[in-house]
């Protein structure tokens, strides 16, 4: 996961994409990057760690440009390395890349790169598409470049590229500075666009939260297989380049994305307390009773209060976090997590004791974390502890972009009885009660994928779910990516 | 505001203090020390910055020790300056002391340490403090000194010292390294104790969250004027050396404190809870009407979750933070501050629009953040806005170490009629009217004193809404405080 | 003024470029780079300050490769700015490249480039001149390029830049990774090349240290308009590509290489004794006395010793240089540098006082620091002060890569008085004098221009001094250069 | 070895020391203090590293005062730690002290502390010494300190202290701020003094140089067993509080100290060239033929310019030293000795080949870089290689604060054949060609101990070379300063 931020406007906007990356910073903590254009010069400043401390006044000043793009990185692969900060440069004919996403055959665009004689100096996978872009675009006109060229050369680019993109492009075209977004086919990742207050200007970026933050007026989505045309003081031009069925990420909505942000015109917000309505279906449908709902913070609260409210049960902050530490998604070394989550999580104990506890969270994954937090919950002394969790099991690995681990780090699968397809009916009633059992818990609820899917109302791809990969993933390229995730141990996912 | 530790057990302590910091972080992030007593040496390490940047391996190992405390700094004046970082060292006989509170005879203090050729390295006010109790116990034996004699001492110590404060000293007495824990007689500022998991060990602390992320044992509080005395393997010794009527800080529970802690044997999470169902009586009382209670996070989520549902009322998250920024209680420059609320708090629209809402906040102080606020939420298009704060107006400074401001800093003062006192019938309605008008609020409506009192159900300090300063405080003494707050123009308290 | 390294071997050399680095530290202390091939990839770190405090194991470790190539950067322009530290990378086809030197037509080669759609990064001027040498050898083939094409690649490039410059270029040719190094037709700046201990690696450098700290066998001097190529195991290939009168920088020998060093088959010490005698028959010349003989260390150091053999003097360290801060050729802010020249030269006052003294220094530029060093000297209570320079008058500014001025702030110009000719007979003498009285010295001596061809023994760009500028220069050029010289008004020129 | 300053003045003289602790930077690179009195507070502020890095703007303005002393402290133990860095602070009667040099009875100071009550927070001896003072000045009088009562508690502090020191102190006395500075009664460790330009203030410092470079006017040493008494606006008052034969150290003469400097009325410059006559002398006395003299720079060029002279042998600058390495004698891990010598010292073969050479130093003492240079020696074709020293063979170590390690650790007592007393006739000689048999040089010669002590001409401390200790020192105090050396076994000490 990562974030990004494109602006172009009239005057120099450089402080302004600072400004919005720390509204994305939940999606990249490893580090920052910005590049601009100004007179004819690509100036670009990457730092390690958070934005506010990596980019001051001082790197504002050095990057000037009427048009601007920024990046945070989330840190796949142990402790960071500068040279995969994004965003990345190609000088001819001028073109800086960010984007967002996972691409699937890395190993192919290198390969291609490679007899086509251009190199590399990261391991970053939206470098390959930038130079692929960048060649399409000197192949159609060694200079001055026109829009159209660009047009022509995205499409072309889309055919070499597979997997989840949304990428942001800052070059010039027509002799004007020139944002371009592109969204892949299926719309796996979010992009979303505005327009400045000056009337002048255009934003693209990965949540709308980052627009908010400078009161950028949200206009919509960059659409699947779109590709956008913004300029300083003209309408948006959009290309519709290749179409698919749509197929967004769902587990944005669930656990990444900010609640405050929409994407894919539905406020995540709102798709959080739907998930919570459906999952208080889900628990009264067995016939379960609580005394009290608490959500584990943050990303559980919308969910829990629709749950509590839907159950006309009291809806209780029973976790209160320090928020002086880092995100457990993001967090090194999995076996700190303990100590960690002490640190970080601390129970309201009146909450608890004596109490039927309904604890609701987003998602479970590893479950590392989990075993742990459900010790604190039963060192509180409530009679009953549920669980109810407003997604369905991970039962698949993610091959877009959500650090969603290798199949055998999963929780989930291990508590299917072999010989039962995830499909059959049953089979989650049975995950759900070998899981409870193991970790203790009076009862564990999911919400069934089809309960998901109906709150969501709208396509999606739940692959972490179903297994239903939407964007082109042949073994081949699975088990790269499995190779790779494998070499990153200090990887970590939350619960 | 400050926060401390202090932990003294059969083994090396100092990361379990540096950890515990980290719970107490919110009460100072400018900066942190750790400061021990290790075969006859007094090794102490100070740095900038929040604990987690200054204290890593390297200055835990250069700190060894089976006693340790350790500070949290709140910048009251300007950048933090090393020097004022705590904990203090007092050479003879080997005394490290560190505090949390406000001591308001400062100058008398220095005046006289003056006399007794004693001099200080900074402005902090433990200093003297430290001071005096140092020479009072090398007054009494010059060597090998005994319990009795630090007992003694302390006795003369608070016969010298006035205000607010919590104490915690470590020190040899009887050959033993000896941890001592001492609390102002009113008990303004909190301390608590408690046992460690090895039950040879013991801990102090501000606030009991620093012994929760220790698995230590709440055993109660230091009781107001009392002296405990803690030694690995024996119980705690206590004495109580002075008498008054206890008036723990009711701000504390408001605000300052983290709700997961208990002190003065309440749980602050519960007082919230006491306080959200007094206020929806004093809003019911007005025969108002809201569709939604919204709290201000995330100090007032307990108190809008019992306003709701007292009320009925759906209690949602309208308001989503920006966990990447600091909080606005200790954020620098007030000219800034709209932008940085804009970076921290981003309204859902849904939640508000078309509704009449019921805004939850603690307390308003200065008042500056509070209509940046209301703008935002008037721009997500509600019908009606209401504000109700769980607690009474402002009126009056504070000089026991809450960084309330001078009397002309306050909001409320400026709309109390003239010629009406605060204690006047009508007054806190006049108030409310005036303010109310001034914010564009539909209603603002306050927690009438005598409501918090109710709630809260023990005797308090509650001098910054009814001007009744519980312990010793003459005019001299105020005037010099407001001169040296005047002087710290880059102090800042949130609404 | 910078240095480059660079090494191609049969095993990871990034350390022992590091290594080599640090020698050539005098030519840069701005900011450092490495640049690798390893495996395809390209990796690059650039870090601001000395190559010590910027590069350790972690850097080496990032960056590995059979091939590398570094630099260090003399800040010609204010504080540095990290995107102008070099090398540089072109992604195609995979090409790293460093320089010491200055392009002269550096805004025609900006023009031209923009024409062919390619944009920079940065101001620094060996990025379009790996820009040009990149797509001329795209050009020639589209991928697998063989040897042949960078040389014809390399020529044509030459044909496209102007001025002084020694380059260095890691690429992959016919499958091997392939080290280049190229000088300029007159070889104005010096490039020197050296076998490793384990023979099967070759290295290029600026200047000969380079390759002594790691036990490099200097095998000679890239000569002027030769490319030369190394291949890890097997003989460097040379070509030569372009052919001019060879006139290195007569000005590396007097002041800014390093004795140590040998360059263009010359030692540089040997050149400063050299210089020396000829300094001291000069002084002969004139009929004048001195007790002893005193140089301005460290540069001066040979000389001065060649100076008093020849005049039967003693030869004694009169000042004493405190290691610890920076070289003045360096050093920030010019009204600084009266209190930094008395941190940094102290004089020993029995080797003054009561004598006359014959103060040997290198050269006088802007003159700034010598009215101090003089004042510093006469305090000492000599009878008699001379100052002998052993290099001519500087009369012109350099457009090659050293940083001597403008020429309206040289100083000797000044006194030529107006209508004389700096050719014309008795021209020196009267600078001579006037410059002499203006100093309040008893004499100055210069080296006559004849007197440094002579000791230096074969031919020389010396336009500083006689403003015979051997590489194309026209106008237009010289005036941009001047303008780009006059926005930096932070650079700082030694006496 | 560490160096102090010291300057009282009318006015606030912070910068100044800052300034004057850079020309002191050679005695100590581990980390730098500065200390002072302000309206009766004591700011004090340490660093590690560097002074210049250490200490800027902000540094020097948080520490006003119009007295003030700094300190540069040599990493004697491991990679420093910043609470062992000086000055030190009491707070009664309000104390500042650093020192240089090393107390041989810092056990029995524990113990006596330890008894009184008194504890440290550090290992620096300096401590300790701090403590007594301000004890014995308490008991004096408890308030408003007269210079008497000092005069008297320093009095008193010398009986308790052995070992070489000296002192520099700030504190009030008479109501006045007032700077002493003690001196052993052997007058070890060297103290000097002097007046400030504007005739108001003082200064005393390690060396003279720290004079030097804020224009300060050398006027004499703080005599052996003298305490110096400074004020602003009045003449320095001298106390001689104890009286023994003085015995300055002489290895301060022959290495540690800058030539520049002055102490105990001798220059240091001039005591090399007069070592450098008497080595000559030494050598021809051999019958021994060269053909050029050439010095390790930077410590042996004087001693090496005289020989030469006396001699009649040209004097050569045989090695170029690379400025950007830090000193031999400061760096750490002996085991990367000989690759740091190689980027340190690089040698100018011309010089070398073919020629007999007298290549000059100042001590042998554990000879570990010494094999290496004379490897690099070898290399560059000398005919024959001599190999002078302008000091006799170390055969003890020092207790008294130069960092001459342990007996064991010494080079030269390997080569004096069993049975042989040092002081017998011959042995000097055996010594000389062992070793020089060891080393493969053709000649070794030391200038033996008469010959030195003639060419310094007065009393001195040279007890490593005759094992003579000057101050009191017994067995036990021996074997704890040798146990506390092999603790440490990251100090290092050159040639």
Redesign the interface.
């Known amino acids: 996961m990562c974030g990004f931020v494109g602006i172009v406007d009239g005057k120099n906007c450089s402080r302004d994409v600072v400004?919005s990356l720390?509204?994305l910073?939940?999606r990249g903590?490893d580090s920052a990057g910005l590049g601009t254009i100004n007179h004819?010069?690509?100036?670009?400043?990457k730092r390690l760690g958070?934005?506010?401390q990596g980019f001051g006044a001082a790197e504002i000043e050095?990057t000037p440009g009427n048009i601007c793009i920024g990046h945070v990185r989330y840190p796949t692969v142990g402790a960071g390395?500068?040279?995969d900060a994004q965003p990345f440069?190609?000088?001819?004919?001028?073109v800086l890349m960010a984007h967002n996403g996972n691409l699937t055959n890395l190993r192919e665009m290198?390969d291609e790169l490679?007899?086509?004689?251009?190199?590399?100096?990261?391991?970053c996978d939206v470098e390959p598409v930038l130079?692929i872009f960048s060649?399409e675009l000197?192949k159609r006109r060694?200079?001055?470049?026109r829009l159209e060229d660009a047009v022509e050369a995205m499409k072309t680019t889309m055919e070499h590229i597979q997997g989840a993109y949304s990428l942001v492009v800052a070059l010039v075209l027509d002799g004007q500075e020139t944002l371009l977004a592109l969204r892949d086919p299926q719309g796996i990742r979010p992009a979303v666009w505005g327009q400045l207050p000056d009337k002048q200007g255009w934003m693209v970026a990965s949540e709308s939260?980052a627009m908010?933050?400078l009161?950028v007026k949200r206009c919509g989505d960059v659409a699947p297989g779109e590709l956008m045309v913004f300029r300083a003081g003209s309408e948006p031009i959009r290309h519709q380049l290749k179409t698919a069925s749509p197929s967004p990420c769902i587990f944005e909505y669930i656990y990444f994305a900010?609640?405050?942000s929409h994407m894919n015109g539905k406020?995540v917000?709102?798709k959080r307390l739907a998930m919570g309505q459906a999952l208080a279906d889900a628990w009264r449908a067995k016939g379960l009773e609580a005394d009290v709902v608490i959500p584990i913070p943050?990303t559980a609260?919308?969910a829990a209060?629709a749950v509590a409210?839907r159950l006309h049960l009291?809806?209780?902050?029973g976790f209160?976090k320090?928020?002086?530490?880092g995100?457990t998604f993001i967090m090194p070394k999995a076996d700190q997590r303990a100590?960690a989550l002490?640190?970080k999580l601390?129970?309201?104990?009146?909450?608890f004791a004596g109490r039927r506890v309904l604890v609701v969270d987003d998602s479970i994954v590893r479950g590392a974390t989990l075993k742990h937090t459900i010790e604190i919950i039963r060192a509180q002394g409530p009679t009953q502890v549920h669980l109810a969790i407003y997604s369905p099991p991970v039962l698949h690995p993610c091959y877009y972009g959500i650090d969603i681990s290798t199949k055998e780090e999963l929780a989930a699968p291990r508590f299917l009885p072999e010989g039962l397809a995830a499909t059959d009916p049953g089979a989650l009633q049975q995950i759900e009660q070998a899981f409870a059992s193991r970790l203790g818990l009076d009862s564990l609820t999911y919400l069934p994928l089809d309960g998901l899917r109906a709150a969501f109302d709208g396509p999606a791809c739940a692959a972490c779910f179903d297994g239903l990969y939407p964007a082109p993933l042949d073994e081949k390229q699975r088990s790269w990516i499995a190779e790779d995730r494998r070499k990153s141990d200090q990887r970590t996912l939350g619960i």
Do not use: W
């Open positions: 400004l720390q509204a910073q939940h903590q004819g010069q690509f100036p670009l400043v958070l934005v506010h050095q390395v500068l040279r440069f190609f000088r001819q004919p001028g290198h490679a007899e086509n004689s251009v190199h590399l100096m990261s391991s130079c060649l000197m060694r200079r001055d470049h939260v908010d933050v009161s900010r609640p405050d406020s917000y709102s943050d609260r919308p209060a409210e009291p809806n209780r902050e209160i320090n928020r002086y530490t995100r100590d002490k640190l601390n129970p309201i104990r009146s909450e």
